[in-house]
């Protein structure tokens, strides 16, 4: 109950922050945190909320970022989240973790339906 207390506080302060981002008032706290242990992190999360998907992490980042931690933390999240919503039966999710010199990649790779290809171009768009 503790975590969806949590989670519904955290959606309640990501409006909010929806309002700061339009007039360019949103304040950033940055921080060094590991990519991979957020990710671990968010996997453990939402494989207690969605127990009929199977989670799998590929490789590791390594290192640490200086970033806003919440604010990865949402991406990732969204992008999770967005992965299993349309799966068919609840099938599996695939989070690739790696790194070059100066950069760090995320891949999900999911097993839905897919994305239209005439919205391909729209799901960038904000509220799309």
Known sequence: ?????????????????????????????????????IVKDIVEYLQKITSSNRWIIEGKTKGKVYED???????????????????????KVIIQLSHSKRKIYISVTDFGIGIDPTSKDKIFERFY
């Open 69 to 91: 931690k919440d604010r990865i933390g949402q991406i990732i999240i969204n992008l999770l989240t967005n992965a299993i919503k349309y799966l068919p039966k609840a099938n």
């Open 1 to 37: 109950m503790d975590d969806q207390i949590n989670m519904l506080t955290k959606l309640i302060h990501d409006l909010l922050d929806i309002s700061k981002i339009e007039i360019g008032k949103l304040p950033y706290s940055k921080s060094y945190f590991s990519i991979d242990s």
